[in-house]
């Protein structure tokens, strides 16, 4: 019974005189039932809100572990990912080192095979040889024994005799029989190689060279140096800080001259200056502002550089730093000729001639690409072009074969492949093929007189002639003092001192003349 109903009873029933002590126990009882009441209404309320808690701190819990689970599986997915591209690059590698081994496995093979067949031919000549002696010797015995028995010389002066008159008979024949050997073998070695060069170089086509001369920025007008230069030169130091570039103003009509060594350097200079030229705005802020967008510009034209250059030759498994690097020989120059142009040729023409004596074509394609990587690698690093591009490309996990192919490419260390051989051969013939490099007229003419002084300082040569551009040397000697073998001789010799003493492109035919002439007038 609640509070009210006893009050209602109280209301309703007849009035009674209440002592104090009644009124006290009715008072109190109503005072408990009201107390009690009012704990279970706020007893009931608190289990209703800590019922509500329970509910939001459970569905929170929820939505909490739901984004735990949706990161867990994206982690998941890019872990998966990533090791899917490991196992795809890995399974790459794999196949290039298999073809490689494969490839050398085959070369080995096939030199196993020509040893095998040569010392079959030693032991078939020897065997020859060996009969024909000792029918010589039987034949010599008898006939000693002959002359002994008719004459009165004795056998070490019958000897001697015999060895003079054989010598002088077989004389001239042995000489012939050897110069047609050697002409022979020599002609057929040139005619392989001929053949083969031709073949390669006819199946690719390579354009013309660019002409390698200073940047130069055209102006719109003649106040645009006054605004390059900026107040008290204030911007042509900021731009030169900014770019590592020399800018020439001189008294050229609406031209300005961008000198560096660094090619690269001179092309964001290029871009930067042109930039701000059609912007307008020329002040310290603005120089290091379009400078840097135009570095950020070049890195990616050197990068679409490189990537182009391993999708023309369909390399593949090339590092991105190897390719970023290679995309920078683009704005480098060698003799005239473009680095990146001349890497492209080269590797063409490994994988070409390759293909011609029985080698992987891919590892030589990959060795002529990269075998003048060097050149775009920073100054800081002291060594040649070719040590510092193996070194490179070795830390980024390229095959020994193709390191040792980039290292030895001058000759710098001792070639370890047949590779490098080939690397050095397709570098060769792209460099001297005609109108690739441009040569300097005093170098050439220097490079002509010490050809001629070299000849004249042989013995017996009279005259010295540098004909067809330094291509070939033709030598007139004394006949009275050379003889045809002389002749042959000096020839060789020459050959060997041009070729240990002096640095030349391409080949240098030699021709050696002896010559005599009778004249008589009739009268």
């Known amino acids: 019974m609640s509070a009210a109903d006893f009050a209602f009873l109280f209301a309703e029933s007849d009035p009674v005189d209440w002592s104090l002590p009644a009124v006290l126990v ?23 809100q800590a019922a509500e808690l329970v509910e939001v ?13 949706q990161k867990a599986e994206a982690e998941i997915q890019d872990k998966r990912a990533e090791l899917n591209r490991e196992y795809d690059r890995r399974e790459i590698e794999m196949d290039v080192r298999l073809r490689e081994i494969r490839a050398h496995e085959e070369s080995l093979a096939l030199l196993d095979y020509q040893l095998e067949q040569r010392q079959e031919r030693l032991n078939r000549e020897n065997a020859a040889i060996k009969q024909a002696r000792d029918a010589i010797r039987g034949l010599s015995k008898s006939v000693r024994k002959r002359l002994e028995g008719v004459s009165q010389m004795d056998a070490d002066e019958i000897k001697r005799q015999l060895r003079e008159e054989v010598l002088l008979e077989c004389q001239d024949e042995l000489r012939a029989l050897r110069r047609a050997t050697l002409e022979k073998s020599e002609q057929e070695l040139q005619n392989d190689a001929r053949r083969i060069l031709v073949a390669a170089m006819q199946r690719i086509a390579s354009k013309p060279n660019n002409d390698l001369t200073a940047t130069i920025v055209q102006l719109p007008n003649e106040d645009m140096k006054g605004r390059i230069i900026g107040r008290e030169g204030r911007n042509i ?17 609406q031209m300005v001259l961008l000198s560096s060594f660094d090619p690269v350097r001179r092309e964001i200079a290029r871009s930067a200056l042109e930039s701000l030229i059609k912007d ?3 002040h310290p802020a603005s120089i290091e502002e379009f400078v840097k967008r135009a570095k950020e510009e070049i890195d990616l034209i050197t990068t679409q550089a490189g990537e182009d250059a391993v999708s023309k030759l369909n390399i593949n498994g090339l590092h991105p730093e190897i390719i970023k690097l290679l995309g920078r020989l683009k704005y ?9 142009d001349h890497s492209i040729e080269t590797a063409f023409l490994a994988s070409l001639i390759a293909s011609e004596v029985g080698l992987d074509p891919n590892v030589a394609k990959r060795a002529g690409l990269l075998h003048d990587l060097g050149k775009a690698v920073p100054g800081d690093l002291e060594g040649s072009h070719a040590m510092i591009g193996a070194e490179f490309i ?8 193709v390191v040792n192919a980039v290292a030895a490419h001058h000759e710098e260390v001792r070639p370890e492949t047949v590779y490098a051989g080939l690397i050095i051969l397709a570098d060769t013939l792209s460099a001297v093929r005609p109108g690739a490099r441009a040569e300097s007229m005093t170098n050439y003419i220097q490079r002509l007189g010490r050809l001629e002084k070299l000849a004249l300082s042989l013995e017996g040569v009279q005259q010295a002639f540098a004909i067809q551009a330094g291509r070939e040397i033709r030598v007139v000697v004394s006949p009275s003092e050379v003889t045809d073998d002389r002749a042959r001789e000096i020839a060789k ?13 391409s080949t240098i035919k030699i021709t050696v003349i002896r010559e005599s002439r009778f004249t008589e007038t009739a009268t």
């Open 26 to 48: 009715v008072g109190g009882t109503i005072g408990f039932l009201i107390v009690w009441a009012f704990t279970r209404h706020t007893r009931r309320v608190a289990h209703e």
């Open 237 to 253: 130091k900021a731009f030169e800080a900014a770019t590592g570039v020399t800018l020439l103003i001189d008294e050229s009509p």
């Open 394 to 401: 070795k830390r980024y996990g390229e095959t020994p074969i």
């Open 332 to 340: 480098r120059f060698s003799y005239n000729q473009n680095v990146l």
């Open 280 to 282: 307008g705005r020329i």
């Open 57 to 69: 701190a459970r569905r929170e819990a929820a939505v909490a572990a739901e984004e735990l689970k």
């Open 493 to 505: 010799e020459l050959r060997r001192r041009i070729e240990t003493e002096l640095q030349y492109p």
